[in-house]
């Protein structure tokens, strides 16, 4: 059973190569402070790259426990990361009751979850897949307040136009899964045509 306390080597990968990250990609980070503080959160946005993850982890001082699929935990050259890095274990090919259960404690106890409500990476031409249920339904559960973000740009050498921009959290309440998801959609959306205007 997770709790919100994330294992040392997180916060030692985030001081030691957070900085690094930031100079390589030269990233530009808009909206942080929608982020909360305190309180569940749910940190949800488009996915377009393997280190989408840590345009997040660099934006917040809070921990985050990522959702990422079991084949990385399968793989041994990077497991060993995962593991250690407090990511939760999602099998997405079989209803996985240990991963809903796991998000849903960390919520319980005031901690932050990411997801990336597509489930895979965008390959396609279009600016978002279809969003699974997994981010409204935890916040429906947990009362948590999801963040929205969207990512543009490109992963390269000082990058002149990465960029990751947060919209400001809301709750499900009353709404229906299908109502808070296609609200979360949508916020994705808005938030990556504002990115493209500042291009």
């Known amino acids: 059973m997770m709790n919100k306390k994330l294992p040392m080597l997180y916060y030692i990968g985030r001081f030691i190569l957070g900085p690094i990250f930031k100079l390589y990609y030269n990233p530009k980070i808009i909206g942080k402070e ?7 959160i749910i940190i949800a946005g488009n996915h377009k790259h393997l280190y989408d993850q840590c345009l997040t982890i660099i934006a917040t001082k809070r921990g985050i426990h990522y959702l990422a699929k079991k ?13 250690h890095t407090g990511c939760i274990k999602v099998d997405r090919k ?8 796991n998000a849903i404690c960390v919520l319980n106890d005031g901690g932050a979850i990411g997801i990336f409500p597509e489930g895979t990476r965008n390959r396609t031409k279009e600016p978002l897949l279809p969003f699974k249920y997994g981010a409204v339904s935890f916040s429906k559960k947990t009362n948590s307040s999801i963040v929205p973000f969207a990512i543009t740009g490109d992963y390269k050498f000082r990058s002149n136009n990465l ?11 009353d709404m229906t899964l299908e109502e808070a998801n296609t ?16 291009k």
Do not use: M, R, S, T
């Open 34 to 40: 929608n982020i909360p503080e305190n309180g569940p």
């Open 71 to 83: 084949e990385y935990f399968d793989n041994k050259k990077v497991a060993w990361f995962f593991k």
């Open 94 to 101: 079989h209803k996985d009751d240990e991963a809903v259960e």
């Open 163 to 173: 960029k990751i921009i947060y919209g400001e959290p809301f709750k499900v309440n």
């Open 183 to 198: 609200l979360l959609y949508n916020k994705v959306l808005e938030l990556l045509k504002i990115n493209d205007d500042k």
